[in-house]
């Protein structure tokens, strides 16, 4: 398998991502949910006791394997035990995710749109403004939804040194310099601090074992490990790739742009004293009344923010997309343009089921009374994900040889013996124990 991205393209692409709506849109409003900074340090040490470990391994096997999921873990697996190559069907995960993923992409950019023509102005109106484009007005709903999903496709269509390598490379820059503009003119403002204070003083009345629950699934999602796409951008990396800081730069990039991301938000919201919607509302409720509370600079920032999200969501659809096209084009010789638009038209009609799932009258699209797109969202990042990153931890820690892993680890950033038996452990005893915890919780067992 060839080489396509370079050193940088590969971290920026990474880090696109993982940067995605679960970290400019998911993350305050959990943080805000469950309890403030008891909740950010619970998912900083679930980010780096749990997360960061399988990063690096996940990079390992695709930088190893060099090639789609499924090919990698067959390369890499000894012989007898090939088996575990099923694990690279993780892909399904990430078709699913980006089925729900694309109608949010969709929403986005009807808000970037809006923005500039006709932003909400106060709690009422931005109530309706998300009630149309998310449940009353199906034709604008499925025009955005479908507009997104193209520009997706026409990315991975590209192909992964035209379309992801050079999209993120200008994207993922933009994305930052977009975000620190806007959290440069929270700082001026009076409620900066406290939105910190919000963000990073804890209640401990809203933490419980659901807030621990939450806090693992989001340093799961966020980091994108568990549905085969970090190793399928992996399998593009350079041979020679150093592991260790590319993840640790990766992480950085995720964790940076969330926190800032959460002061720049509360900072806005609590400027004008704007109520504080729940969930999906924050960013797209209470957001919009909060930027409009701004006067004549508000249209400006409300679209800084919505492009900003809407870059932070492209690059991380894409990598959604590739995984499942990698497979098709290299385990079964399709080409790229016929990959491409076969996943991105199974992509699209599971997209809409997610999309009609919460329009009004569409409520057969639902399964034990929650919407298709809930049931998406909820299946993938608290069963899925984890449950695959359990089987990974397995496979690495006790079904490779441990020094056939230091070998290659050696040469990638883990020369060191204490880092390689930090991280191997990790992998190894500590994130199983942790995963198999939560399932026994979520199932109720404990
Ligand atoms: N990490 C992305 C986000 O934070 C979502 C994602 C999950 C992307 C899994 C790819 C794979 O929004």
Redesign the pocket.
């Known amino acids: 398998m060839q080489t396509k991205f370079s050193k940088l393209g590969f971290i920026l692409a990474t880090a696109g991502?993982?940067?995605?709506?679960?970290?400019i849109w998911r993350f305050p409003y959990i943080a805000g949910e469950y309890g403030g900074g008891v909740f950010v340090l619970t998912y900083l040490l679930a980010l780096f006791v749990v997360s960061f470990p399988l990063l690096v391994g996940e990079t390992f096997l695709g930088q190893f394997g060099r090639k789609d999921a499924v090919s990698s873990l067959e390369a890499i697996a000894p012989e007898g035990k090939k088996y575990w190559k099923v694990l690279g069907f993780s892909i399904v995960s990430?078709f699913l995710?980006l089925a729900f993923y694309n109608v949010v992409v969709g929403w986005i950019l009807y808000y970037a749109y809006i923005s500039l023509t006709s932003l909400p102005q106060n709690s009422q109106e931005a109530k309706e403004a998300f009630d149309i484009i998310a449940s009353q007005k199906p034709i604008l709903s499925v025009v955005f939804f479908t507009i997104g999903s193209f520009i997706v496709s026409w990315i991975i269509y590209r192909g992964v040194d035209k379309g992801i390598q050079r999209m993120n490379l200008f994207l993922m820059p933009a994305l930052v310099v977009v975000l620190l503009f806007m959290f440069g003119y929270a700082m001026t403002l009076d409620s900066f601090f406290k939105a910190i204070e919000f963000l990073f003083t804890s209640d401990l009345a809203k933490f419980n074992s659901e807030a621990v629950l939450v806090a693992i699934g989001q340093a799961f999602?966020?980091?994108?490990v568990g549905?085969g796409?970090v190793m399928t951008y992996a399998s593009f990396s350079d041979k020679h790739q150093n592991i260790l800081h590319s993840s640790l730069w990766i992480i950085f990039l995720d964790t940076f742009i969330a926190i800032i991301a959460g002061i720049m938000i509360f900072t806005f919201l609590f400027a004008n004293n704007i109520p504080l919607s729940e969930s999906v509302g924050l960013a797209f409720k209470s957001m919009p009344v909060a930027f409009a509370s701004f006067g004549k600079i508000g249209s400006l920032l409300a679209f800084m923010f919505f492009v900003s999200l809407a870059f932070a969501s492209i690059t991380?659809a894409i990598?959604?997309l590739e995984a499942p096209v990698s497979y098709l084009t290299q385990r079964l010789n399709i080409s790229r343009a016929k990959a491409t638009i076969f996943i991105s038209l199974g992509v699209y009609v599971v997209g809409l089921a997610c999309l009609f799932s919460y329009m009004d009258g569409f409520s057969f699209l639902s399964i034990a009374k929650k919407p298709l797109f809930d049931v998406f969202n909820i299946v993938t990042s608290s069963v899925l994900m984890p449950l695959s990153g359990l089987l990974m931890a397995i496979f690495i820690g006790w079904v490779l040889d441990k020094r056939f892993v230091f070998n290659y680890m050696k040469e990638r950033g883990f020369k060191n013996q204490v880092v390689f038996l930090s991280w191997y452990y990790l992998v190894k005893i500590i994130s199983p124990i942790i995963l198999v915890a939560v399932a026994l919780k979520e199932l109720k067992i404990i």
Do not use: E, P, R, Y
Request: charged content about 0%.
């Open positions: 991502s993982a940067v995605g709506v679960g970290n990430a995710i999602f966020t980091v994108s549905v796409v991380s990598s959604l």
